[in-house]
């Protein structure tokens, strides 16, 4: 049984940092690429960041410069180090597994190109 666990999330002022983690357990990361979802109250769910098996990333134009995206392989963990943080960037933060390699364009945004995802980690930032 394939697992997803968030973790992370947390309160911080504007122009603080947090670096959320996501681990996988039931299957190897591999061959998958991984992304980054969010969703504020009142908001529909956004594709924040996406790595592809072989680390090629894409950004939400609003992260850009200020999120990284980054993955270990060998721990079966993604990273989503944010700086810079906006109160625009509250939200609960939500990991997912594509069901493939990569994306072609702004697919990687595209929710069901993705297999499993983890229950979410709330990120608050107040000014």
């Known amino acids: 049984q394939v697992q997803v666990v968030e973790s992370g999330g947390g309160a911080v002022q504007a122009w603080g940092s947090l670096t959320l983690s996501c681990v996988v357990s039931?299957?190897?990361?591999?061959?998958?690429?991984m992304a980054w979802f969010r969703q504020a109250p009142e908001h529909q769910r956004e594709g924040v960041a996406e790595i592809a098996a072989w680390r090629a990333t894409q950004y939400e134009d609003s992260v850009k410069d200020r999120f990284t995206i980054s993955r270990d392989n060998s721990k079966n963990t993604v990273y989503l180090q944010m700086t810079g943080l906006k109160p625009g960037d509250t939200a609960t933060y939500y990991c997912a597994v594509s069901k493939q390699a990569s994306h072609f364009g702004s697919r990687w945004r595209v929710e069901e190109n993705y297999r499993y995802w983890g229950q979410g980690t709330p990120v608050t930032v107040s000014s």
């Open positions: 039931g299957m190897t990361l591999e061959y998958h690429a």
